[in-house]
């Protein structure tokens, strides 16, 4: 039998660590760097997470540092089934401006699903006029990757502009752990899928950001120059079905 739960609470989101709180990493001087824009705008209404800001935020040396300006975490792991699968949906709209046309990497919101014990992420970018999905294995701060004898880091982005653009869209990810994949749905549609995922995922912080995604430059951070973003979030349905 399935097990569904909600994420949402989002008029909770100034308690931070009661069902969201704010992303980021600890760094090895043992400061935190949070993912948090000093000037944002949040607004709950009506069961909907708002958050308006002009990105700031960069990071000179850490290019995941950098890519995130303002997200948050849940505060609770979600547990991977052992060999069932789990789902995750939710309705999010993205409009920025001043950032560059059909450039998404300039400016974007985002849904992310964050495994820390493997490095694993899968997650749904939204641009003005693009989306993306992603598969990945990241070197997260202070996690532990395991060693698969292949690649050991990568990020594999696939986009597409066939969604309502300055809309919302409705976004869903399934991980099954029995037969190590991973599949993409908008508005209902399949996108992508990913088979033989190389490590088995345990358990997945929820995120909900606004990002960016420049490289870092010799000089250090490129990725902020004035534009910004508007990001708007449903509570995020999960379902569990046991293997």
Known sequence: MDKQFTLG????????????????????????WAY??????VIVRNGILYV?????????????????KHMYFSAEEVEVPEA??????LQMRARTSGTAP???YDGYVSLNLLDFSTGAA????????KYASVY?????????????????????FKEDTDFQAREFNTYKITYHRGNDEAVFYLNGREVRREKNIPVKLNRF?????????KDLSPEGSVSCHGQTVIAEYSPVAVTVTEG
């Open 9 to 32: 609470d989002f008029h909770t989101i100034l308690s931070d660590g009661q069902v969201w709180k704010t992303g980021g990493f600890k760094l090895p001087d043992g400061t935190f």
């Open 36 to 41: 948090r824009e000093p000037e944002a705008v």
């Open 52 to 68: 308006r800001a002009q990105l700031t935020r960069g990071h000179n040396q850490v290019q995941i540092l950098d890519n995130a």
């Open 84 to 89: 069932g699968e789990i789902s995750f949906e």
């Open 102 to 104: 059909g450039d998404l």
């Open 122 to 129: 899968l997650d749904f970018f939204a641009g003005n006029d």
């Open 136 to 156: 990945a294995i990241l070197p997260f701060p202070g996690v532990s990757v395991p060693d698969t004898g292949g690649t050991k880091y990568f990020s594999i």
């Open 205 to 213: 912080t929820v995120a909900l950001g606004m990002m960016t995604e």
